[in-house]
């Protein structure tokens, strides 16, 4: 004879498998006390959690008839039989609540609904009380028995796992959010100047697209940034984001990142391995100096663009993915076209769409925006002062050539926060290859070769000194040159110091 499966736990196992799937939890708290409601047979019940803020009581989810007019009531921690339960943290079960001290009658009297036993059971997480699950009534009439407590407990311990699966989920949700501010603040784009202003603008339309895009400009210039830029700003953003520069790895283990391996296909490979292009599914992958790869890499790479589809080195099944690849180049690829050195047609599958980079040095109006960034991020990051630039000091920045463009500014502004008083910085705190064209001046035109020289020669001493403080040493040690060298050259020229 077949065993009957008893009622209730039917119903708790049921209701344990709902825990994982409703993703509403207000849903989910309420279809565990309306269970809880059933299969104890009762006629109402609620699910109060408290405030931490105001240490108050309120009424998250009910059943029964007059549910709806509980929500504006509160109780105070220790107030009733509920409050008594958030206070000690055990369950309590009431038979007559007109013979116990602990129950405050005035919310039934108000809604009109007769009161005579109760059972609550307390919600912890981690030992914290954070609220009740209680249940009033028999249906039949009946006080509510000790049996009643376990199953209670037990609803009351699912319905407190579901708010601390939910807060966790809240919680990661949260440090995401959190995480990727970070992100776009370390990837920010600085600058108000014309010629950036379109190349955001122009990232951006490119971003509901999923045409491949090709990004050019001089090194240092921020290519991954717009590349990062297209991505965070379409459909893509919550997929990964990958990155690989194709000019500082050898051809052979730029194959392994890009397409993995499979287990045994060379000396090494004891287990298989998924490559960049699997890793980036869905998202988008950034090919950054697509002119640096050999004619073998970009038939390979031509190949996925074309099928979406490779093999893993050493594998015979093709791998089908769907990645937006955005490349980036410091090269003029069409020279490389007709130099023999890049594929034409690989160069029209990447070049769907263009974006050029300007220098730095052709948007000097943005170096003062990105020097006060810089100065505030780099203090941040060396745990320094932010000093104040004088205007000289900006006036030399704005002036120079910039030929390693904002990694070189940035590396530099990293240089004086880090060796500076944290106070100010004066063009003798900048570093000496910024301010070497300032000491470098050209004499006027038309004096005699021997006097530019000599003009010159006291330019540079006077200069290099101010810049090492008024130490000799330190400013032959700059120079060169021995510091009674130094004492002679000085005496020569007549400087006065």
């Not at 540079?460 to 700059?478: C, M, P, S, V, W």
């Amino acid at each position: 004879m077949k065993k009957q499966i008893d009622p209730k736990i039917k119903f708790f196992k049921e209701i344990s498998a709902l825990i994982d799937s409703v993703g509403d939890l207000d849903k989910l708290l309420y279809i565990i006390i309306q269970t809880a409601t059933k299969v104890m047979e009762a006629k109402a019940s609620s699910l109060l959690l408290l405030d931490k803020k105001t240490n108050k009581l309120y009424f998250h989810t009910a059943t029964g008839e007059k549910r709806d007019k509980l929500k504006k009531f509160e109780l105070d921690r220790g107030e009733g039989i509920a409050g008594w339960v958030v206070e000690k943290g055990k369950p309590l079960l009431v038979k007559d609540v007109s013979r116990d001290p602990r129950w405050n009658r005035k919310i039934s009297d108000t809604i009109g609904f007769d009161t005579h036993s109760i059972a609550c059971a307390p919600l912890k997480i981690n030992d914290e009380v954070i609220g009740v699950v209680e249940i009033i009534d028999r249906e039949d009439g009946m006080s509510l028995r000790d049996e009643d407590m376990d199953i209670l407990t037990a609803f009351a311990d699912l319905a407190a796992s579901s708010i601390a699966k939910a807060q966790n989920i809240r919680d990661v949700k949260d440090e995401n959010i959190i995480l990727r501010k970070e992100l776009e603040q370390k990837h920010q784009i600085i600058g108000e100047g014309e010629k950036i202003k379109k190349v955001v603008a122009d990232a951006k339309k490119v971003a509901d697209s999923k045409a491949t895009t090709l990004i050019y400009g001089e090194s240092g210039t921020g290519k991954e940034l717009i590349a990062r830029l297209i991505h965070n700003q379409s459909p893509r953003r919550e997929k990964p984001f990958l990155v690989i520069n194709c000019g500082a790895i050898p051809e052979t283990l730029l194959e392994r990142e890009l397409f993995g391996h499979e287990k045994g296909s060379f000396t090494g490979a004891d287990q298989r391995k998924n490559g960049l292009f699997e890793g980036a599914d869905g998202g988008t992958l950034f090919l950054d100096e697509i002119g640096e790869t050999t004619h073998a890499m970009q038939v390979k790479l031509l190949r996925v663009l074309q099928e979406g589809q490779f093999y893993r080195i050493g594998g015979t099944t093709p791998i089908t993915v769907d990645v937006r690849i955005i490349a980036a180049t410091n090269r003029e690829l069409e020279k490389e076209i007709e130099s023999g050195k890049f594929r034409e047609d690989l160069f029209y599958r990447l070049n769907v769409i263009r974006i050029n980079l300007p220098p730095l040095r052709e948007r000097k109006e943005d170096i003062p925006l990105l020097v006060n960034y810089l100065l505030e991020k780099k203090s941040y990051e060396n745990n320094k002062p932010i000093p104040v630039i004088t205007k000289e000091a900006m006036d030399v920045l704005i002036s120079h050539p910039w030929y390693g463009n904002v990694r070189e500014l940035e590396n530099a502004i990293e240089r004086v926060v880090v060796m500076g008083d944290g106070k100010e910085i004066k063009v003798e705190n900048l570093p000496l290859d910024i301010i070497r064209e300032k000491m470098i001046k050209s004499p006027a035109i038309g004096v005699p070769l021997k006097e530019a020289v000599e003009k010159f020669k006291k330019d540079f001493l006077l200069e290099t000194i101010k810049y090492a403080d008024g130490n000799k040493n330190k400013a032959a040690k700059i120079l060169g040159i021995q510091r009674t060298y130094l004492h002679t050259l000085i005496r020569e020229l007549g400087i006065d110091i």
